[in-house]
């Protein structure tokens, strides 16, 4: 996978999906953020590809925990 990447976005529809497969959740706001642990450090993206690292680097910090080629797709 390489960086940035397009992240799949809520659409609005008619009509929810039924089944016991779907789960829903109340949207409160945030930030969507991409976060990438590489061999070298870690990387936060934006919705829109913009390397916002240096605004979370509280997360950063605590993601070079996780092993190098973990991605996360999340809300900030």
């Known amino acids: 996978?390489?960086?940035?990447?397009?992240?799949?976005?809520?659409?609005?529809?008619?009509?929810?999906?039924?089944?016991?497969?779907?789960?829903?959740?109340?949207?409160?706001?945030g930030h969507r953020t991409v976060l990438w642990r590489t061999e070298d450090g870690v990387?936060?993206?934006?919705?829109?590809?913009?390397?916002?690292t240096a605004l979370w680097m509280d997360l950063a910090v605590a993601a070079m925990r996780l092993p190098s080629g973990v991605v996360l797709d999340g809300v900030v």
């Open 1 to 29: 996978m390489e960086w940035p990447v397009e992240v799949a976005l809520a659409r609005p529809v008619l009509q929810l999906p039924a089944g016991p497969s779907w789960a829903y959740e109340i949207k409160v706001d």
């Open 43 to 52: 990387q936060l993206q934006s919705r829109t590809g913009r390397d916002v």
